[in-house]
């Protein structure tokens, strides 16, 4: 189907209902796909000439319009986010494109391809593709002053991207499994053989990160042993997390801020587990398209997601972490700097993507 320049694209998975959670799949049925949500005064357009202290906390003018995010970050996170940014008194709207990290890649390659970018702002859990996009200088240098509040490693010098997001792999199990794993190499054990679900490394970039990670400290000789036990290959955590709540799966890989939602607003009956051994830990970049068609406002967007306000609420509706040095970690989880985890070159970790998702097909037969 031929897009119109700068048309705005449908919320969702590209029409794949097999990408979403049982909650997403209702959310999509309850209404139509488009994510724009008007709330309060964040829906009155206000004079573009306006000069005043907006939310984020510092003086600029007054931009009004759209700005359209494509994020792999589900959408029933993805659109609190949006929800509580229209809330706002910026006079811009955000709007909201859901599709899992490279299937979202894809599409504004595509875009890219055909110059008729309905992006403005990008946020992939895979550093990879903003190096990529970088390199090919289609990605918009914008010095913001929230750069300084996130540490070295977490943000690209030429300010094209900032990490908004930090995502942790952990082990979860059902409550009424007896004797729980401690480590990745527990995770193989063959007690778990057709009891097991992970997400396919193809699809996710947390997926590939945990797969990546694992690969640094065990040789490919662990991942013949996960293969042994026959698990369960899914799309997206969401329905990860169905399955071991009603038990049709006892032990799975799982992103902490799944874990930390379905346990706090659920009471899903799982025991989360930090593994001792290594904590896989993915950076999602955020960044401005430079041949968005609203870059203004995907700067005020950029500039609120990033802000101490944008990244507490974040933490609060998202459960992830944030590197930001002044925002303080939620209660009842472990601080960031209490897990074990590992650096990476982030030149390298790109470049050995497809050479480890060729060796995860040849080691699942898939």
Not at 90 to 106: D, I, K, M, R, S
Not at 215 to 238: C, D, F, M, T
Not at 309 to 331: C, K
Request: aromatic share 12%.
């Amino acid at each position: 189907m031929t897009e119109k320049t700068h048309e705005k694209p449908a919320t969702g998975t590209n029409g794949k209902a097999g990408d979403q959670s049982a909650s997403d799949r209702a959310l999509s049925r309850a209404g139509p796909t488009r994510r724009s949500v008007l709330i309060g005064a964040g829906a009155t357009a206000v004079a573009a000439t306006a000069f005043k202290i907006n939310p984020i906390g510092y003086a600029r003018a007054q931009t009004t319009g759209t700005c359209t995010i494509y994020a792999s970050m589900p959408s029933e996170f993805l659109d609190q986010m949006a929800q509580k940014f229209n809330s706002l008194d910026t006079g811009v709207t955000l709007q909201t494109f859901y599709a899992p990290t490279y299937q979202a890649y894809e599409r504004v390659n595509a875009e890219l391809r055909a110059n008729r970018v309905n992006a403005d702002l990008l946020l992939l859990a895979d550093p990879g593709p903003f190096l990529e996009l970088k390199a090919q200088d289609e990605l918009l240098s914008y010095d913001s002053e929230v750069y300084k509040h996130y540490p070295e490693g977490n943000f690209d010098p030429d300010r094209t991207w900032v990490n908004g997001r930090s995502l942790a792999t952990m082990i979860t199990v059902h409550d009424r499994v007896e004797g729980l794993p401690q480590t990745w190499l527990d995770f193989a054990d063959a007690r778990w053989a057709n009891k097991t679900g992970m997400i396919d490394v193809r699809v996710g970039g947390t997926a590939y990160n945990w797969y990546y990670t694992l690969r640094q400290i065990y040789p490919k000789s662990y991942w013949a042993e996960v293969a042994a036990l026959n698990p369960v290959l899914q799309r997206g955590h969401g329905q990860l997390m169905d399955q071991l709540v009603t038990r049709q799966l006892d032990i799975t890989e799982q992103l902490g801020y799944y874990a930390w939602s379905f346990i706090t607003t659920r009471q899903a009956p799982i025991v989360p587990i930090y593994p001792t051994d290594i904590v896989p830990i993915t950076m999602a970049p955020l960044a401005i398209l430079r041949r968005a068609p609203n870059p203004e406002p995907a700067k005020v967007v950029f500039d609120w997601w990033l802000s101490k306000e944008g990244q507490e609420f974040l933490q609060q509706t998202n459960g992830v972490y944030s590197v930001r040095n002044d925002v303080a970690p939620l209660e009842g989880k472990p601080r960031f700097s209490e897990l074990k985890t590992i650096a990476y070159d982030l030149e390298a970790y790109s470049a050995q993507r497809e050479e480890y998702q060729a060796e995860f097909i040849e080691i699942f037969g898939l």
